[in-house]
């Protein structure tokens, strides 16, 4: 399976990439009021207006920093009713790939209950990645307003 690198401070995460539609440079959102600090905002993607959780803050309680690797992954859920939902991940440090088998993916013991989009780690060489579950970010009931029909396309 190829995975997508990418860092929140100095931690690498990984996103699996059959969820992955594009990789974007940073581009000017549309501040939203009244939602979780990690939130971005809004912008128009392809006619779809799509929100941006910046996971640095999501996962670090940092915003990411205005780095020229710092990018958007915009990533596709598919609904039921055959729509398709769009959001997009801001990071930092999107740059590399990786292929690895499921095998590879080690279960951690440790879960954190604030964060159960965080799944198993990847040991590769003389480093540690942590897994980015996407559905469980999806289905978390936190987003869940995020990800109503009105963004979907």
Do not use: W
Not at 10 to 21: F, G, K, P, Q, R
Not at 48 to 74: G, N
Request: hydrophobic residues 40%; charged residues 20%; negative net charge.
């Amino acid at each position: 399976m190829l995975i997508l690198l990418f860092y929140t401070g100095n931690d690498l995460y990984a996103i699996e990439s059959s969820h992955v539609v594009e990789v974007i440079p940073r581009v000017s959102l549309r501040t939203v009021h009244h939602v979780p600090d990690y939130v971005a905002g809004l912008f128009n993607y392809r006619g779809i207006i799509a929100p941006v959780i910046d996971l640095c803050h999501l996962i670090q309680d940092t915003p990411s920093r205005a780095y020229l690797s710092t990018r958007i992954i915009i990533v596709k859920r598919d609904q039921p009713n055959s729509a398709v939902q769009y959001l997009g991940l801001m990071a930092e440090r999107v740059t590399e790939t990786l292929t690895i088998s499921s095998d590879e993916i080690r279960r951690s013991s440790l879960r954190a209950e604030a964060a159960p989009y965080l799944s198993g780690i990847i040991v590769d060489e003389k480093r540690m990645i942590q897994c980015v579950q996407l559905e469980q970010l999806f289905s978390d009931k936190r987003h869940t307003d995020l990800l109503n029909s009105e963004y979907a396309e």
